[in-house]
């Protein structure tokens, strides 16, 4: 997981698709579209984050 780029709830999202949730033990938490300029939704744990799936 640490090769990728990583986006916390409430950054901007940078390019449409599909993101994963992570809890901050990297546990996978879902998947969800979301769309350019919008801003990553909060997640049920702190120290979440999310990766681009596609």
């Not at 996978?28 to 999310?50: C, D, I, M, V, W």
Request: proline content about 6%; hydrophobic content about 20%.
């Amino acid at each position: 997981m640490s090769n990728y780029k990583k986006w916390t709830p409430g950054e901007v999202v940078p390019k449409s698709g599909t993101y994963s949730a992570y809890s901050q033990q990297g546990e996978n938490g879902g998947s969800l579209y979301l769309e350019k300029g919008k801003r990553f939704p909060a997640t049920q744990h702190s120290g979440s984050y999310y990766v681009q799936a596609d």
